[in-house]
């Protein structure tokens, strides 16, 4: 039997929420000071968020305005753990704001201990993402 508070099991709960767009779920999953890095590229979500509400409210909020709301759903095609890292390997689709399919295999190294997130760095196509959904058009406001 496996605890809710692994890190397995704490990631699955996040891709749920992110999926169901559940604010509250993906708040509690993240330590007050977690950080989230995607070191690569120029999108406007490169760099290291630091902070929950920073990634809640800036980095997620910002990527996903460039995407049809609903329309995101993260398919999980790997996971490894060891101690309190664990790699997860998914594919991202969503619909662009202009319709345009948009599919991205991406990886996040996963720092979780305690039942919540304390840290990822997350690597992915940038170039494809900036092409595609980034650089197209104009996020939304809503």
Known sequence: ??????????LRRYV????????????DLFAE?????????DLP???TWKGRDIILDEFLAT???YYEPGSVSLDITGMLAE??????????????RDGRPY?????GVFTVYGGRIHAVREYMDTLYAHDTAFGAVEPSDA
């Open 1 to 10: 039997m496996t605890d809710a508070t692994d890190g397995k099991s704490v």
């Open 16 to 27: 749920a929420a992110v999926e169901a767009g559940d604010e509250q779920t993906i708040r």
């Open 33 to 41: 000071d977690a950080t989230w890095t995607l070191a690569a590229g």
């Open 45 to 47: 979500i490169s760099g």
């Open 63 to 65: 990527a996903l305005s």
């Open 83 to 96: 101690g309190d890292r664990v790699a997860l390997e998914w594919t991202s689709r969503a619909r662009t």
């Open 103 to 107: 599919e991205n295999e991406c990886i």
